[in-house]
């Protein structure tokens, strides 16, 4: 059994079902409004024939991936460091994330470009044993804790894509060696689109909420990725 044993692998279930449903209704030459839709209702679809007041959070939902995409194009999930002697630091997302939290995502995040493909699950999960074992309360190891499932997830996810080409191979290479070199930062997107919008919908602070938005934007970010070839800046 794993040193540890994080809470959350059935978001990296439904980051996976997400991904599927996505490129299986996606439609051709597809746009970012195209593609947040379908992300969209791979989480949540209206039934005109019943509404209901839950159906607001359609319109949530869609605000998930334009803040995600906004904040790793422009800024990044925590690269830079916020410390005592004012050293710079781009913007976290929504949530604010103290100086230990981002050093773990620091690491997690700047980590993934230095270790060869196959060990981004085992890397992760690594990281999770220093989650565990730092001072971090169980709130503050909660997002980490996400990041790390859906990263795990995302990862096992393209490896299987690329090692059996089929629904995605529109938006794979012909090369398998330039796809593997992809991977790493397909997952990075993933796990800084949930860390840019953990904590997103408010109020009330209900965590189950803020779990679900990090959920939503892991898989509009690892997907858009494929498709667009989106770009972080940090």
Do not use: C
């Not at 978001?11 to 195209?34: M, Q």
């Not at 906004?70 to 999930?77: R, S």
């Not at 997952?187 to 939503?216: E, H, N, R």
């Amino acid at each position: 059994m794993n040193k540890v044993i994080n809470p959350y692998p059935a978001l990296g279930t439904k980051h996976k079902e997400s991904l599927d449903y996505i490129i299986a209704n996606l439609p051709v030459n597809p746009t970012f409004d195209d593609l947040n839709a379908k992300l969209t209702d791979s989480f949540f679809i209206p039934d005109p024939n019943e509404p209901s007041p839950i159906d607001a959070a359609e319109g949530i939902i869609k605000t998930m991936l334009p803040h995600a995409y906004n904040g790793y194009v422009n800024g990044g999930a925590g690269y830079k460091l916020q410390t005592a002697s004012g050293k710079e630091q781009d913007a976290s997302g929504y949530w604010r994330y103290n100086e230990a939290q981002m050093r773990v995502i620091e690491q997690m995040l700047n980590g993934l470009n230095n270790i060869p493909v196959e060990s981004i699950g085992e890397f992760l999960s690594d990281i999770e044993e220093n989650i565990a074992s730092g001072k971090f309360t169980y709130e503050e190891q909660v997002p980490l804790l996400v990041a790390t499932a859906i990263g795990k997830s995302d990862h096992e996810y393209w490896m299987a894509q690329i090692a059996a080409p089929a629904v995605w191979a529109i938006y794979l290479n012909t090369d398998s060696a330039i796809n593997y070199a992809h991977v790493a930062g397909i997952v990075s997107a993933s796990m800084q689109g949930a860390l840019l919008t953990y904590g997103l919908i408010k109020p009330p602070q209900i965590q189950f909420v803020d779990i679900y938005s990090s959920t939503i934007s892991s898989a509009g970010m690892a997907a858009g990725k494929v498709i667009f070839g989106w770009i972080g800046r940090g």
